[in-house]
């Protein structure tokens, strides 16, 4: 069955460092997103990604982010200069063009991102 | 601000017996709501949805109610096993024409399947 896959699982990092998270979505599908949950919090949109460009953002979203879609198959996120507050687990998400009978996204696993 | 609410972060219920995990949205412009399954360790799994033309949707044991009047919609598990322990996050999402989801997540509720 085709799945999401994420990379990495867990990273560590140095307030103030450059991170990248890496994500493989279902290879028909042609929406993108990124999705984050801090721990005890709820799951937060952050980004939705369509034909090359970003198509939603939230707030959460600012300058320090950006999402690339570098190849066919690769979607990453980018956080330029990583807070304390930025320590989540992150989800890649995609769904396909048209809208299901169902409407559901399909999730990665998630990558833990650790800033200290 | 939060959209979608789930007022109990945990429940605990004998195995054999009904699940009833709850939610409350503030957006009247959502139009499809979904439940999705999270186990620790891994992304969260769509489990059943329910578009806001119809009040009730049904996928073996799991069934899922719509009141819009109330902007409440509820899951129900029936009958519970423990391998349903898991954290529940209920979701909603607008359809916005070629803009693709965005959907709105609760806090979860993490059920407990006793044996």
């Known amino acids: 069955e085709p799945e999401v896959t994420q990379t990495p699982s867990h990273q560590v990092t140095q307030m103030g460092q450059e991170v990248i998270l890496r994500c493989v979505p279902i290879s028909n599908h042609l929406y993108f997103y990124w999705y984050r949950q801090i721990l005890g919090q709820k799951v937060e949109f952050l980004v939705s990604?369509?034909?090359?460009?970003?198509?939603?953002k939230s707030e959460i979203f600012d300058d320090q982010f950006s999402v690339e879609r570098p190849d066919g198959s690769n979607f990453t996120l980018k956080i330029r200069s990583t807070k304390l507050e930025d320590s989540a687990m992150y989800f890649c998400a995609s769904s396909p063009l048209q809208r299901t009978n169902t409407g559901e996204l399909f999730f990665g696993e998630g990558s833990r991102l650790t800033v200290l | 601000d939060q959209q979608v609410k789930q007022n109990s972060p945990s429940l605990s219920v004998q195995e054999g017996r009904i699940s009833i995990l709850n939610c409350d949205y503030t957006n009247s412009m959502f139009d499809y709501f979904l439940w999705y399954k999270k186990y620790p360790a891994e992304g969260p799994t769509f489990l059943i949805s329910i578009s806001s033309i119809k009040d009730k949707n049904e996928d073996g044991r799991f069934t899922v109610f719509l009141n819009k009047s109330a902007k409440h919609l509820s899951l129900h598990i029936v009958p519970s096993q423990p391998g349903d322990s898991a954290v529940y996050f209920c979701a909603a999402s607008t359809r916005l024409a070629n803009t693709g989801n965005q959907f709105y997540f609760g806090t979860g509720t993490s059920l407990t399947v006793i044996p």
């Open positions: 990604f369509y034909n090359n460009e970003i198509s939603e």
